[in-house]
């Protein structure tokens, strides 16, 4: 069983291979590192270029958005990097609104114009109030016209309602599922979980945050993805080498890569 972790992030605080060597588990084969500024993206890249089994995503989190309001040019650097899969993680967070709702719009804009001109997906980041729906109707709006233009993406870390799933789905979307899917009151993602597509469904742990039943409240790291996997069988009835299966297969067509990387 080989699992592809399709999102978490290096902080460099040790080296790439002192890192995977201290979460690598026997089922964790592939990873993408996702960037959420420019610094950020910059350590994704190194963990990609020192580890065979991995790639990176270069982007700007919403919450970072008021720094790059003027100006991205910066992430040219990394165009064109054979690691490079994705561009990401960005969107809108309507949560903290750590940015103003008008920069983080603007920038999440500029991103997804990045990404139709490198041919890459995006990660898309989409976050409300609780019981608010504003941010994932702002962000349905953008990537209607993304996924019109040509785009890809995935909604990373989804915990919005099926009828939203449904809503992403039809405009081409993956949905990524995290450890969220093993609290017992996340009923919201366990329903998702029934709606999502098996083509369409990605896993991924968004460590050191979200770490699953029973490591709740712990740092979070991509050794645990096994638990969302084996939360996402149990809701399915099915054996996890399935969902194993389904969703490393999904990544490595989701990020056009090609699955002949060592692990």
């Keep these: 069983m080989e699992l592809f972790d399709t999102h978490f992030h290096f902080y460099g605080d040790v080296s790439p291979e002192e890192y995977l060597a201290a979460v690598k588990t026997p089922e964790l084969a592939w990873l993408l590192a996702a960037g959420a500024n420019f610094d950020e993206s910059g350590k994704a890249q190194l963990f990609a270029e020192c580890i065979e089994c991995a790639w990176f995503a270069a982007g700007v989190h919403p919450h970072s958005a008021s720094e790059y309001a003027h100006d991205i040019a910066m992430f040219d650097k990394f165009k064109g990097h054979p690691k490079l899969a994705a561009v990401g993680e960005l969107g809108l967070d309507f949560y903290y609104e750590n940015s103003e709702k008008k920069i983080q719009y603007a920038v ?3 991103f997804l114009a990045l990404a139709l001109d490198w041919k890459l997906p995006a990660i898309v980041h989409c976050r409300d109030k609780d019981d608010k729906f504003d941010a994932y109707a702002e962000c349905y709006t953008l990537l209607q016209d993304f996924a019109r233009s040509g785009g890809r993406f995935v909604v990373h870390c989804f915990a919005g309602t099926p009828a939203w799933a449904e809503k992403f789905l039809e405009l081409g979307a993956f949905i990524g599922i995290t450890g969220i ?3 017992p009151k996340a009923v919201n993602i366990h329903e998702n979980i029934r709606v999502i597509p098996d083509d369409r469904l990605l896993i991924e742990t968004d460590s050191p945050y979200l770490a699953p039943v029973p490591y709740r409240g712990k740092t979070n790291n991509p050794g645990y993805l096994i638990k969302v ?9 099915c054996p996890v080498e399935d969902i194993a299966d389904i969703t490393t297969a999904n990544a490595f067509r989701f ?9």
């Design 108 to 110: 999440f804009e500029k």
């Design 181 to 183: 899917v093993t609290f």
């Design 229 to 237: 996997a084996e939360k996402i069988a149990s809701l399915r009835g």
């Design 255 to 263: 990020f056009n890569i090609k699955e002949t990387t060592e692990k």
